[in-house]
């Protein structure tokens, strides 16, 4: 058998089998399988520039089967990137631009981490909804700011996760003509030939979801898939899979087309009898002079960004207000110069108002507070926004109104987290997305990505605690508080009521990773404050109510403030000095200097943490002589305050409690 393919797929094929032998470790299939794809993606259609990974209107590239890493990497060095060759070799290594599966912050040029299959289909989706959105709230008759594709690349596993569907449906409800996935149909997966568990027609899956698909292409044929490209290219009112049958390991003499080149290794005689098939005679790591100039963009890229840059120049001239805005939101990714005055006197006026509300109720005021200052809020629930109250009266659905400002995510909440990350690493929006804090589990992955990326999502979580009631322990969160609260880079907020929603908001807003707003069904009573106060929930956790030489200290987030702060009055009855200490967010606490922490939850004085929540969490706050009123197994099914009674969430039980910690 001769090799047909070009000598510019020859290089992805070499480098990537040369890195995972060094490594002694990765996945050199999919690299070597999809070369050929790459390579007419890259050199005929990407519009990009090496030399500014972040030109806004560059077409956005995602690995979603980002075990094929290495793909990327031999794409992003040959193309002109800051990637030099001694990083490639350095595959997999600490500290390398190359890590094991491509990683958001790592490298020039990757989008996306990806890796958790379908996760990156789940991102693109994201990414092509916020250019779609853009365009249609900044375009101009004569004047297409925004106007780029992305282009996903994907494989079995990613299809076989739920996620995919979740994502590619609502892709086609909004009708995204400017996402183009190219799926890599080999028939091969870990446990090798996937005829045994999975046997879909995924080309007609994805036409049921209204996309466009273009089948049996071959993926080894650089004119078959440029002409594939040209057709998805023509379609503008659909998305498009273009149906790539390829060869897993293609270029690998003996273990290509099996299981055995998914990921490992070839070995250094299968290398060599690889480069005698594709005839290459250059050593590993050694790039011919002709290839780096077949694959160069550098030219090529800075004269399409000093093209838009030109058209740009010429809309501000025409439009300079609009212009003001896209510059803020899309290219400087900053919040207007009068967010922090307009905000603090938001969240002041909360304070005077004293409305006794749900927190999630206080939620939607904010929201609604915030969609006016900032157009780049793009909200939506996942088919929960009657009770996650995430609506506003200015609101516009973007399946209504391409320009629109809020995303009916349908039952989806994997697929709404993991399709935020995408739109919040696209720039030009700031994305939250609402469902039931019990069903952040359905969602977990995606926003332990968003945390690992520091993508800007705030995620909103309603129905906090087993006090939202009759629908029982399946709905009623135990765990999840403290899952969230460990999770690196994620800010996680519980307010007591309007006051503290509204700093909630106000600091997940200005904060550049993500948050997690949660909040209450159940209703609240507002506290009285006074400036100093209002102004240290920013810190995150701050003393509510004081006496002198406090003999014990009760600490308490969301609805449980409340109750503390009876308790409290009930043990100042007894003669009892009691600190009480809301903590809104542990994360913010925790960051604060250890002199205001020992100044709030100073050593020597009992300490009683409550919390309609797991209990283990609070031992670092109340220390082992300590002790935490919460949750050490499931809810059951009654009405919210039955529940918290039969838990003992009462006043009593907190006096109780307390008073033990003072014998």
């Not at 089998?17 to 990765?26: F, I, L, N, R, T």
């Not at 030099?84 to 600490?94: D, G, V, Y």
């Not at 400087?332 to 509300?357: G, H, T, W, Y």
């Not at 003999?551 to 009930?570: M, P, R």
Request: net charge negative; hydrophobic share 35%.
């Amino acid at each position: 058998m001769k090799y047909t393919g070009t000598k510019a797929a020859a290089a992805i094929r070499v480098l990537a089998a040369d890195a995972v032998e060094k490594a002694k470790s990765g996945h050199p299939g999919a690299p070597m399988g999809m070369a050929d794809i790459a390579a007419v993606l890259w050199q005929q259609y990407l519009n990009h520039n090496p030399a500014n990974p972040e030109w806004p209107n560059r077409d956005r590239f995602v690995l979603s089967n980002g075990h094929g890493s290495m793909l990327q990497y031999a794409l992003l060095h040959l193309s002109g990137y800051d990637l030099p060759i001694e990083e490639l070799s350095n595959f997999r290594q600490l500290h390398s631009k190359t890590p094991g599966h491509p990683e958001y912050g790592y490298t020039p040029g990757v989008e996306t981490t990806t890796g958790p299959l379908g996760a990156g289909v789940a991102n693109a989706v994201g990414m092509a909804i916020a250019e779609k959105t853009l365009a249609a709230q900044f375009n101009k008759p004569d004047f297409s700011l925004v106007d780029h594709y992305t282009y996903c690349f994907l494989g079995d596993g990613c299809l076989m996760e739920g996620i995919s569907h979740e994502c590619c449906s609502l892709a086609g409800t909004l009708g995204l003509g400017k996402l183009i996935a190219f799926y890599d149909d080999n028939g091969i997966s870990i446990d090798g030939e996937v005829e045994g568990w999975f046997t879909d027609d995924t080309a007609k899956r994805f036409e049921s979801y209204g996309w466009h698909v273009i089948h049996n292409v071959d993926g080894h044929d650089s004119q078959a898939i440029a002409t594939a490209i040209e057709q998805a290219k023509s379609q503008s009112d659909k998305p498009t899979l273009i149906s790539c049958k390829t060869v897993i390991g293609f270029g690998s003499p003996t273990k290509s087309g099996s299981h055995s080149c998914h990921g490992a290794p070839l070995g250094a005689d299968e290398i060599r009898q690889m480069r005698e098939f594709l005839n290459w005679k250059d050593e590993a790591f050694a790039i011919p002079d002709d290839v780096y100039e077949q694959w160069d963009a550098k030219a090529a890229g800075k004269e399409k960004e000093e093209s838009w840059n030109s058209l740009f120049s010429r809309y501000q001239d025409a439009y300079p207000e609009q212009a003001k805005e896209f510059q803020r939101r899309v290219i400087d990714r900053k919040l207007p110069d009068d967010f922090e005055q307009k905000s603090d006197a938001f969240v002041q006026s909360c304070q005077n108002d004293m409305a006794d509300i749900a927190t999630r109720k206080a939620s939607q005021n904010t929201i609604e507070f915030f969609a006016g200052e900032l157009p780049e809020l793009l909200g939506g629930s996942a088919d929960l926004a009657g009770s996650n109250l995430t609506l506003w009266p200015d609101a516009k659905g973007l399946q209504d109104d391409p320009a629109g400002n809020y995303i009916y995510y349908g039952v989806r909440e994997f697929g709404m987290s993991a399709i935020m990350n995408g739109i919040a690493l696209h720039g030009g929006f700031v994305p939250y997305g609402a469902t039931f804090l019990m069903f952040m589990e359905y969602a977990r992955n995606a926003v332990r990505m968003a945390s690992l990326m520091n993508a800007k999502d705030i995620f909103v979580y309603t129905h906090d605690s087993i006090g939202q009631g009759e629908d029982g322990p399946t709905h009623q969160p135990v765990e999840q508080l403290a899952n969230l609260r460990m999770t690196p880079n994620l800010s996680t907020w519980r307010p007591c009521d309007a006051t503290e929603t509204a700093q909630a908001w106000r600091q997940a807003l200005s904060k550049s990773g993500p948050s997690a707003l949660v909040f209450t069904r159940q209703g609240t009573k507002a506290i009285s404050r006074n400036e100093t106060q209002v102004r240290d929930i920013a810190k995150g956790g701050y003393i509510l109510k004081d006496s002198d030489n406090p003999q014990v200290i009760l600490i308490a987030t969301g609805s449980e403030v409340n109750l503390i702060v009876d308790a409290a009055d009930a043990l100042e009855k007894e003669g009892i000095a009691v600190r009480v200490v809301s903590m809104p967010s542990t994360s913010y606490f925790d960051q604060q200097d250890e002199a205001y922490k020992k100044s709030v939850l100073p050593a020597g004085v009992p300490k009683l943490a409550v919390e309609a929540a797991h209990t283990d969490f609070w031992y670092k706050y109340v220390g082992s002589e300590g002790d935490i009123l919460g949750m050490t197994t499931f809810g059951e099914s009654a009405p919210g305050a039955v529940l918290m009674e039969h838990f003992g969430f009462t006043t009593d039980n907190v006096v109780k409690k307390a008073k033990a910690l003072l014998k």
